[in-house]
T-cell receptor, first 113, second 114 residues
Framework: AQSVTQLGSHVSVSEGALVLLRCNYS??????LFWYVQYPNQGLQLLLK??????LVKGINDFEAEFKKSETSFHLTKPSAHMSDAAEYFC???????????FGTGTRLKVLA | KAGVTQTPRYLIKTRGQQVTLSCSPI?????VSWYQQTPGQGLQFLFE???????NKGNFPGRFSGRQFSNSRSEMNVSTLELGDSALYLC?????????????FGPGTRLTVL
């Protein structure tokens, strides 16, 4: 069965520092990949998605992610963290031929002043 | 366009009762999916409806059911509630139901079972 692994359930960075949130997937066929953000008591908001058009995907709020097939990874980065980035981030895969998302366990990002 | 809306936003029930949650997708979207989010199990897929037909189902007991109406609005029903059903239930819609399509999520319904 396909799965998504997010390394680090909690990540802390200083304001202005690089944000790196890790996501690895298991799939013999490159699936569609997504990053979502969830703020407290809210639903999920799409940050970016990979659908095989380009390996480097740019999203909202200066987030980007790079698809690396050889490493089966889709890590999320942002050059400079802002206090408003504090939230929980979820990586998700949509396996080919299915209509559901498989989510990682999430990474809670804390931004320190 | 208005986003995905879910009603009610909060719900408190007691064990053994049943509950119905409602989801209105983005206008023009024909696919609606439901997810359960809990601290212990994370986000888990419940089921997906497309054009009033259940197209995919997760690994949940039969107490969890759903349906979709001709206007694409969807309802989810949980019967004989258990304490473990306390969760945030998220609904998501997408336009044509292709696997590459983005799912847009609603704010969720927080269900508390006492």
């Amino acid at each position: 069965a396909q799965s998504v692994t997010q390394l680090g359930s909690h990540v802390s960075v200083s304001e202005g520092a690089l944000v790196l949130l890790r996501c690895n997937y298991s799939s013999s066929v490159p699936p569609y990949l997504f990053w979502y953000v969830q703020y407290p008591n809210q639903g999920l908001q799409l940050l970016l998605k990979y659908t095989s058009a380009a390996t480097l995907v740019k999203g909202i709020n200066d987030f980007e992610a790079e698809f690396k097939k050889s490493e089966t990874s889709f890590h999320l980065t942002k050059p400079s963290a802002h206090m408003s980035d504090a939230a929980e981030y979820f990586c998700a895969v949509s396996p080919s031929g299915t209509y559901k998302y498989i989510f990682g366990t999430g990474t809670r990002l804390k931004v320190l002043a | 366009k208005a986003g995905v809306t879910q009603t009610p936003r909060y719900l408190i029930k007691t064990r053994g009762q049943q509950v119905t949650l409602s989801c209105s997708p983005i206008s023009g979207h024909r696919s609606v999916s439901w997810y359960q989010q809990t601290p212990g199990q994370g986000l888990q897929f419940l089921f997906e409806y497309f054009s009033e037909t259940q197209r995919n189902k997760g690994n949940f007991p039969g107490r969890f059911s759903g349906r979709q109406f001709s206007n694409s609005r969807s309802e989810m029903n949980v019967s004989t509630l258990e304490l473990g059903d306390s969760a945030l239930y998220l609904c998501a819609s997408r336009e044509e139901g292709q696997t590459s399509d983005t799912q847009y999520f609603g704010p969720g319904t927080r269900l508390t079972v006492l």
